[in-house]
């Protein structure tokens, strides 16, 4: 029983799954999971103990930052927007360019990168954890051995908590499942064009990004397709080459992964650099771009009208109390106070 | 029914009310608190984006940050060492020099201040929260009228959160309440040392601060008072003029709010530079410079133990889920990315 009647629907539009699976390497358990927080949202992971995952992924919010591109310590600024947390599980490779198989190695990167969390290498940060008394106890306590506190282990309790970043139960996902009053009017012409001109050929599946339940191959897309048109120079959409950067490989030049749509409306500036602040400059972008389309007013505001239809529920989440080392901060290397009058 | 049966105690020792009075003009209530604490948690208040009220008073730990002095938006050091926000609705002013007469003043200072969130005017901030309109929508709930979206309302609703912001239930508590098994033979010790040498003549009353329920008067004091211990030239302790700045009193130099204790070994480094990196050295400063009493390691070990019965109870926070402006940021005024290669 197709969802909506039009038989031109492309899409074979998919619910998107309540549960993320874990690997057999890493199997999800609570105690885990409530490891991974903590350490999400733990500052001190960073050079100077200001910045967490959570400064630019926040999870209060999309998963992003609502900047063009994200600040780290020392308000260094990086060079491509934050993409959300929220249902980052639901894809086969990390970043932009997915240059990271797998939430664990995904996670690696920011401790140390200069303009992100800043510490020099991984030891500093395993340093100040193994200085809190209650990060010890945990990490002996989830991972069922002594001297546990070490990157993997920080890797694999941080991806563990993401598996549980899911967004289901959208005003999208009860229409597929049958509830057709969950769309109105305006939204159900907004999904049928946005199957009829094409978007659906790259933003398929659950979190329309080209991914399907259990697959392990990413889909890269070359962004602009097109590069004729003046919005790319307008938004400098060609500067970053992509995943060529990754693999070296010319035929990677100007390809990105194609991201996922879940979300969409919580999670402006978009595209890779942030360079476009609005939803429906987005969506003109888009279809300029990929698919040598000009799209009017009304059809631009009816996807836009869909893609609120994206926004998922949000798991309530619990402030975690992050442990501490009594008496003491892990913090002393810190420069201190500048000197008043 | 004396606590302890040493009659030497000179403390009349209180445990900390459980809830705290609201002040006429800005009665509590349970949706104020809520809009609150979104916006305590919201880094859109700040000039970059990143920095919350919570970057520097984080909730998930001591509600400080760990350093010696603060970090704001572009990096930026600050002079002072962050306070607690738990029980800082139990004093009778706010800040190290007491220059802010309630919780409501105290919070439009962070915003506009060039090293915290260093936003150019509060106009600048109410227009990034104007823009959102789900903040729309409960502020005009919460106060109950059109246009509510002001300074005075933003503060309002801040500080009706920070008085929820409260830790009983401490062993310390417990104990002073009748439960002797609530504190060690040592941490009894301790509190009697306490209260022998003299610390209670400043760190008195229920939160350990000269404070007592009701009380509208600060305790103010000098400190160093001892300025020919070598620990004032060791750690710099002399070179803010404390309530002096504030008041321009002669009188007043070098004079400051005695803090609360309440939690005290979450929220290292000490003193109002946060020179001091250890609670142990906190108390031998203090007891050199306030008290001109050297004291035994045993004696301060005690008294260190003592201060660990004064980590309360935290109450479990929800994540806020902060509302956001619909396909559109509200930051769209920043740094564009880094460009690539
Ligand atoms: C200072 C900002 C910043 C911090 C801190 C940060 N990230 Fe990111 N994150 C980014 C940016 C920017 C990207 C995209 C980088 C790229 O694609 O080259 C990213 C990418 C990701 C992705 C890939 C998402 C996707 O769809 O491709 C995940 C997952 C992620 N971060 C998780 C984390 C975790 C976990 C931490 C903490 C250990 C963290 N981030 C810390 C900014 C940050
Ligand atoms: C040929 C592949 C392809 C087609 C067709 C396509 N997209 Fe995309 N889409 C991408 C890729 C790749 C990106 C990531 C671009 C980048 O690097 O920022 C993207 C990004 C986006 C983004 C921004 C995501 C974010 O988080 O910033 C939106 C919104 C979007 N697409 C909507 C659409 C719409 C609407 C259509 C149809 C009009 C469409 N796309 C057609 C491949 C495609
Ligand atoms: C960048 C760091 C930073 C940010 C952001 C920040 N604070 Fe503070 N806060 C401090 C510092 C440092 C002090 C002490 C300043 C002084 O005494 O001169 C302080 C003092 C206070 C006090 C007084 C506590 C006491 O016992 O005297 C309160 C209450 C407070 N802040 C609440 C807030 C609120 C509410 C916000 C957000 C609107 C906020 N702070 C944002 C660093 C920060
Ligand atoms: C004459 C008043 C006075 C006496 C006596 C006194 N204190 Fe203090 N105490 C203060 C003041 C004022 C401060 C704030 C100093 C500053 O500006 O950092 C303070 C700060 C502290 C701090 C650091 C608080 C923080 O958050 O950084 C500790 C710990 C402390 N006192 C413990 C003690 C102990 C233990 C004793 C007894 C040995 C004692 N005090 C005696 C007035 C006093
Ligand atoms: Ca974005
Ligand atoms: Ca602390
Ligand atoms: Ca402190
Ligand atoms: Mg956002």
Redo the contacts between chains.
Sequence with gaps: QPPIDNSATAGEWQALPVKAESPAANPTTAEKVELGK?LF????LSL???VSCN?CH?????GD?????S?G?????????APTVWNSVFQASQFWDGRSPSLEDQAKGPIVAAPEMGMPAHENAIKRIAAIPGYQTEFRDVFDSENSVTIDNVVKAIAAFERTLVTPNSAFDRFVQGDRSALTDKQIRGMQLFSDIGCTECHSGPAFNGWDVGSTTQTFEEFPRNAESQLVGQY?LD???GRF?ATNRKSDKHYFKVPTLRNI??T??YFH???V????DAVRVMSETQLDTELSNEEVESI?DF??ALDGE?P???????P?????????D????????
Aim: proline fraction near 10%.
């Design positions: 903590k949202f733990d500052p001190r100077t103990g200001t400064s926040n999870l209060m919010e999309g930052d609502g900047r063009p591109s600040m310590v020392h308000g260094s600024i990086g060079p491509r927007n400098g500067r970053d080459l950067a409306s919580l402006s500036p650099n942030g360079a602040a609005k939803l429906s836009v893609f609120s949000f309530s989440i619990a402030l975690p109390r992050i501490s080392r009594p008496g003491e901060s892990v913090l002393e810190q420069e201190p106070a500048a000197v008043g009058e």
